[in-house]
């Protein structure tokens, strides 16, 4: 295919992908968008391969190079259970930046075959936009790693802390920055390896002390790398379609990160800093409840009699409804509830979850329909109506203390006013605070009542006393 | 004025014409490798800059439903990199080229494949009321 026509292909596979992000503006179009993006992608597969000068040993190659990663990927895909996206999407992103790299590094040793010079001398401006894409690709790769086995529970979530940490972090910067700007200089190969090793362990680095449940702001922000990434590398090669799309992921991942931050009230620096709140597990259990009014705890029984007679009932999940495998359990408690009458409906925190939007995907694969799930601004005005909030694997989310104490650390986050309710249900396991280990006021109020126990077992037991 | 007037005047506009064209031709060839040189970036600049703002404006009209898939659907996207990939694998004689652009394929299509299919069944879970 002759360049002109291959770059009206990649003009076409972008507005594709422009029309696929577009079509996630709501469900109904969504299905249709994630096609549009599949067609864009085999489009310009195709024009690349059609590309004049492509030898056929190449093609054989490239073909099975997606042959198997197409199974692999595939597969994974089929099998992997919906509690364990946010750890996939961190394993993609891994591939991502890993697959930069690898394009930087093709692009170093055969520069011809991009028309920007030849080995040894390389064009300035493309060794500039290389080691940009290498960096940031190496960097996406290793930090999503961590997020990985993080989010996977093969690392523990907790900040792993040391002293002087930042500064090595800033000094690691300060000499890749050095050594990128030599780079350009040399075109050294030991220098470009030097970087992309240097950048593995800043990713490494800048991820470790961040914490369990901050990582919905980590994985938006590796997505945004991983966009950025791509960006580089089509400068490098002078590829269109690859920094418009790596646009495109740049700043959904941006965004992503934005709408995270503002959900707990963080800067971004904040979070990236790190050191944020432990293993929610780890915190004191029971403490400090001293002189406050005692906490009620209530049975299922107590719960199913008077959700029986409610007419309003708002469901707030959280992680913790997703660690307990309880989604199904409680859309079947809501089926019986809508049965005896009630009005039911879900509120959703925009943190809540281990990823952006985890809980909504969580709820619909328990055939919860999309139009009873609600957004935060959307439903926060109607738990003054509301007869029971029934909360469950939730817990900063709801702490009034957001709202009124200015010395705790949720201090001016976004939260759900399931105080409001006449009656508030909170399924938790014990007295444990919450990841940012502030306790919540919320257990002494006299309209909650507690539900020891674990979340899918007491919503079980709710069931069966419905069904009674 | 008289026609032969006429004919000389037209004559020499007519060379101040060609003169003109000649200069015309000479600048823009003296312009030619300036513009080739500074333009191809400048072009992918402000096309990159254009995607930036598209992308800010698609990416907010998302519902927040829908951000898991979202985040499915960039992570395919953005292995568009193979594009990259394959023109590596398929158009340079150095061996090292290939077998980082072979690798850098696999990878890819991975992600491709598992974006996209991970983001459909997340889909086709988002049902409505009675639906």
Redesign the interface.
Request: one cysteine or more; glycine letters at 12%.
């Given at each position: 295919m002759a360049d002109t026509l291959s770059t009206l292909a990649y003009l076409v596979a972008s507005v594709l992908f422009i029309l696929a992000l577009r079509g996630l503006s709501h469900p109904e179009t969504s299905r249709q968008g994630n096609l549009l993006g599949m067609i864009g992608m085999a489009i310009a597969i195709l024009a690349t391969l059609l590309k004049p000068g492509m030898g056929v040993g190449g093609i054989v190659l490239v073909i099975a190079g997606l042959a198997i990663g197409g199974t692999i990927g595939t597969i994974v895909a089929q099998r992997i259970q919906m509690t364990a996206l946010p750890q996939l999407v961190a394993a993609f992103h891994s591939l991502v930046g890993m697959a930069a790299v690898f394009v930087a590094a093709a692009a170093f040793y055969a520069p011809q075959s991009f028309g920007i010079g030849v080995p040894g001398n390389i064009k300035t401006a493309s060794l500039i936009e290389m080691s940009l894409g290498l960096a940031i690709g190496a960097i996406t790769f290793s930090g999503s790693v961590i997020a990985f086995l993080k989010l996977a529970g093969r690392m523990s979530g907790a900040p792993i802390i040391f002293k002087g940490q930042h500064m090595l972090n800033a000094a690691l910067g300060a000499l890749l920055l050095v050594l990128i700007i030599v780079f350009c200089a040399t075109g050294s190969p030991f220098l470009f390896w030097l970087i992309a090793i240097l950048s593995f362990a800043l990713g490494f680095l800048l991820i470790i002390p961040i914490g369990g449940a901050d990582m919905p702001v980590v994985v938006s922000m590796l997505n945004s790398y991983s966009g950025w990434a791509a960006a580089g590398i089509g400068f490098t090669i002078g590829n269109l379609l690859l920094i418009v799309t790596g646009a495109l992921v740049g700043a959904s991942g941006a965004i992503l990160s934005y709408i995270m931050c503002k959900g707990m009230n963080r800067s971004i620096i904040n979070v990236l800093l790190g050191g944020f709140g432990s293993d929610s597990g780890a915190a004191a259990a029971g403490g400090g409840a001293g002189d406050r009014a005692p906490v009620k705890a209530g049975s299922p029984e107590d719960a199913a009699y008077i959700m029986k007679n409610a007419q309003k009932i708002i469901v707030v999940p959280g992680y913790g409804m997703a660690v307990a495998q309880a989604q199904q359990v409680v859309r079947e408690m809501a089926d019986l509830l809508k049965k005896e009458g009630a009005e039911i409906s879900y509120a959703i925190h925009p943190v809540a979850g281990r990823m952006p939007g985890h809980m909504n995907v969580l709820l619909a694969e328990a055939n919860v329909p999309y139009d009873e799930v609600h957004e935060l601004e959307e439903i926060n005005a109607e738990f003054a109506e509301a007869d029971v909030a029934y909360v469950i694997g939730a817990n900063d989310v709801t702490n009034p203390a957001a709202k009124t104490d200015k010395s705790s650390a949720i201090y001016g986050m976004p939260i759900l006013d399931v105080e409001k309710a006449k009656t508030v249900f909170f399924v938790k396991r014990g007295m444990a605070s919450g990841y940012a280990g502030v306790e919540n006021e919320l257990f002494f109020r006299p309209n909650t009542m507690m539900l020891f126990g674990d979340a899918k077992k007491v919503t079980q037991e709710i069931v069966q006393a419905l069904q009674r | 004025m008289t026609p032969s007037q006429i004919a000389n005047e037209a004559a020499a506009l007519s060379d101040r014409a060609a003169l003109l064209a000649a200069q015309a031709a000479q600048l823009a060839e003296q312009a030619a490798p300036v513009a080739a040189a500074a333009n191809?970036?400048l072009m992918?600049l402000a096309?990159?800059?254009m995607?930036?703002f598209?992308?800010?404006y698609?990416?907010?009209?998302?519902?927040?439903?829908?951000?898991?898939?979202?985040?499915?659907?960039?992570?395919?996207?953005?292995?568009?990199?193979?594009?990259?990939?394959?023109?590596?694998?398929?158009?340079?004689?150095?061996i090292?080229?290939?077998i980082?652009?072979?690798?850098?394929?696999?990878?890819?299509?991975?992600?491709?494949?598992?974006?996209?299919?991970?983001?459909?069944?997340?889909?086709?879970?988002?049902?409505?009321?009675?639906?």
């Open positions: - | 191809p970036f992918l096309i990159f800059l995607a930036c598209v992308g800010y698609v990416v907010w009209g998302v519902t927040p439903a829908l951000h898991s898939p979202l985040m499915g659907l960039t992570n395919a996207i953005s292995s568009v990199i193979v594009v990259g990939a394959i023109l590596a694998t398929g158009l340079s004689d150095s090292a080229a290939k980082f652009g072979f690798l850098a394929v696999t990878l890819a299509a991975v992600n491709i494949a598992g974006g996209f299919m991970v983001t459909r069944r997340m889909l086709a879970m988002f049902k409505k009321k009675g639906g």
